[in-house]
Nanobody
Framework: QVTLVESGGGSVQAGGSLRLSCAVSGYISGHFCLGWFRQSPGKEREGVAS????????YYADSVKGRFTISQDDAKNTLYLQMDSLKVEDTAMYYC?????????????????????WGQGTQVTVSS
């Protein structure tokens, strides 16, 4: 069983920055993709960024490319999402996610229906 616990959400003005953290525990043998999703009221949950848990290429949705950075600290078993130049439309509940996969250095765009494990979410609110 993999447990994901997010932190770091909050309120910020447009143009500001936030860093989300996701503490990952309970890994067993195998390969995983880790990712960040977001969901705002009335909209579907969308993938924002992903990265292979054992290292590899990062994926970003077009809406956040150049502004968000996904990274991980293996020693701390923590996944991060650095969010810069935030926009009002980035306002959403952000979720950390993990899915078992085959060995690869690329996870790409992860559909929400394939995710095996979800965190509880952390709210990000960007005001104008």
């Amino acid at each position: 069983q993999v447990t994901l616990v997010e932190s770091g959400g909050g309120s910020v003005q447009a143009g500001g920055s936030l860093r989300l953290s996701c503490a990952v525990s309970g890994y067993i043998s195998g390969h995983f993709c880790l990712g960040w999703f977001r969901q705002s009221p009335g909209k579907e949950r969308e993938g924002v960024a992903s990265i292979p848990a054992h290292g590899g290429m990062e994926y970003y949705a077009d809406s956040v490319k150049g502004r968000f950075t996904i990274s991980q600290d293996d020693a701390k078993n923590t996944l991060y999402l650095q969010m810069d130049s935030l926009k009002v439309e980035d306002t959403a509940m952000y979720y950390c996610a993990a899915v078992r996969t085959v060995a690869s250095n690329w996870c790409g765009s992860l559909p929400s229906h394939v995710i095996d494990y979800w965190g509880q979410g952390t709210q990000v609110t960007v005001s104008s």
